[in-house]
């Protein structure tokens, strides 16, 4: 089933979610009114109008992925650092990545790049099954332990070099890479499924988010937006 979205739903959304919630009486969860603060400011305001994204991202708890002392940045515009030389993406990439994949419900997802675990949370929300890999092994241990807690038990995490993907997963609906590597790694668009949809960064200096989808053998790439994440890094691709 695909997922819905269109304009009508999207005004019927934000009715709910900029009024009914401000309405509860007693509501002194912080970080819930920073959540939807976050969406109707740095999501709905640009060009995010998935309303099963926007949801998501309204309910997915951002402030437990990143180290306590960051806790009240965590719905700022910005990318925070989670140690080891990462960080977790702003809100609005992770939302443009996950709205670029065009999901469906029954999706089998492979994510490259777990970090603090943030973006698997929000795939997991919205696929069958998630299967992301970290190249640091203590991010990927404390990334499988919270997404273990916040019962996200469709999310499988591996320790291991992303650039060659996960072969006896494959092939994957969808892929998502959080880290930018200099070329696109082969062996992610051979695991894409027939209309498989690879979204990556891609660039050293200067680099790019690229969207390619599979259909048939034949892969059409589209340019999407000039962004900066952090080196992929692995033996794989040296």
């Known amino acids: 089933m695909r997922i819905r979205r269109g304009p009508p739903l ?10 009914l919630p401000a309405c509860s009486q007693g509501d002194d969860d912080i970080f819930a009114a920073a959540r939807r603060l976050m969406v109707r400011t740095q999501l709905v305001a640009r060009d995010i109008a ?20 960051l806790k009240d940045m965590a719905y700022q515009d910005r990318p925070l650092p989670i140690g080891e030389g ?8 992770v939302a ?15 994510e490259i790049g777990t970090g603090s675990g943030y973006q698997a949370a929000v795939l997991a929300r919205l696929v069958e099954h998630v299967y992301t890999i970290e190249i640091i092994p203590s991010l990927g241990d404390s990334a499988r332990q919270l997404l273990q807690r916040q019962g996200h038990d469709n999310v ?17 609906d969808a892929i998502m890479v959080t880290a930018a590597p200099d070329h696109v790694p082969p062996a992610l668009v051979e695991q894409l499924a027939d209309g498989g949809r690879l979204v990556l960064p891609v660039g050293d200096h200067y680099q790019e988010l690229l969207r390619l989808t599979k ?21 794989a691709q040296k």
Request: hydrophobic share 45%.
């Open 96 to 110: 443009y990545m996950t709205q670029a994949l065009d999901l469906q419900a029954g999706d089998k997802v492979l």
């Open 10 to 19: 999207l005004a019927a959304w934000l009715i709910t979610l900029c009024v």
């Open 50 to 69: 998935d309303t099963s994204v926007l949801q998501t991202m309204a309910e997915i708890p951002r402030h437990e992925f990143v180290p306590p002392n």
């Open 156 to 172: 499988t995490v591996r320790v291991g070099d992303g650039y060659v993907g996960w072969l006896l997963e494959a092939p994957f």
């Open 86 to 93: 990462q960080t977790i993406s702003q809100p609005y990439i």
């Open 215 to 235: 259909r048939e053998d034949e892969i059409h790439t589209e340019s999407l937006l000039p962004v900066r994440f952090v080196p992929m890094t692995g033996q």
